[in-house]
Nanobody, 121 residues
């Protein structure tokens, strides 16, 4: 059974930094794209950043220049380095990955359980 497990959320002051991690585990044949989404109270889930299998990245305009996404293929892990955090970055952050499970012919979408990030003084 494939699952994504996130870590690294918490409370940080404005201007501070946090690093989120998301590790995929289970019977995995291959992983395609990985990324991070977030959902603030009363709002819809939105894309934060994605990274392809070859390392091409994409960011929402609101986080460009502040957030960095990276991945470690050997560890099946994706990271989100968040710098210069603002109160409007407060949300539950979800990891997403397109994974081909072992003994399965296609890719499926998987989501982590979410990790809370709160930016407040």
């Amino acid at each position: 059974q494939v699952q994504l497990v996130e870590s690294g959320g918490g409370l940080v002051q404005p201007g501070g930094s946090l690093r989120l991690s998301c590790a995929a585990s289970g019977s995995i044949f291959a992983i395609n794209g990985m990324g991070w989404y977030r959902q603030a109270p009363g709002k819809e889930r939105e894309l934060v950043a994605t990274i392809t299998v070859v390392g091409t990245t994409k960011f929402d305009d609101s986080v460009k220049g502040r957030f960095i996404i990276s991945r470690d293929h050997a560890k099946n892990t994706v990271y989100l380095q968040m710098n210069s955090l603002k109160p409007e970055d407060t949300a539950v952050y979800y990891c997403h990955a397109q994974i081909r499970p072992a003994h399965y012919s296609g890719y499926r979408d998987y989501w982590g359980q979410g990790t809370q990030v709160t930016v407040s003084s």
